[in-house]
């Protein structure tokens, strides 16, 4: 259960990246700075978030086999 629910956060992190840096070429092609940066951060943000549910999907399954040879 909790294995499913990391991996769809891992691919809503992915499709916030991608339209994330879609608007932020977008932005930049158009000459908005203001758009470009706001999705720049989104694509800094959706990186992060992305790092962290991997590692927390792997952490979490590094306690589960842990765990079952105690």
Not at 16 to 27: D, G, K, R
Not at 28 to 48: E, F, I, M
Request: without cysteine.
């Amino acid at each position: 259960m909790l294995g499913a629910l990391l991996t769809v956060a891992l691919l809503v992190a992915v499709a916030v990246l991608i339209v994330s840096a879609t608007a932020w070429a977008i932005a930049t092609a158009a000459g908005s700075w203001q758009g470009a940066a706001r999705a720049r951060a989104g694509v800094l943000v959706s990186l992060a978030g992305a790092a962290l549910t991997g590692g927390a999907l792997a952490w979490t399954n590094w306690l589960l086999d842990t765990g079952a040879h105690l």
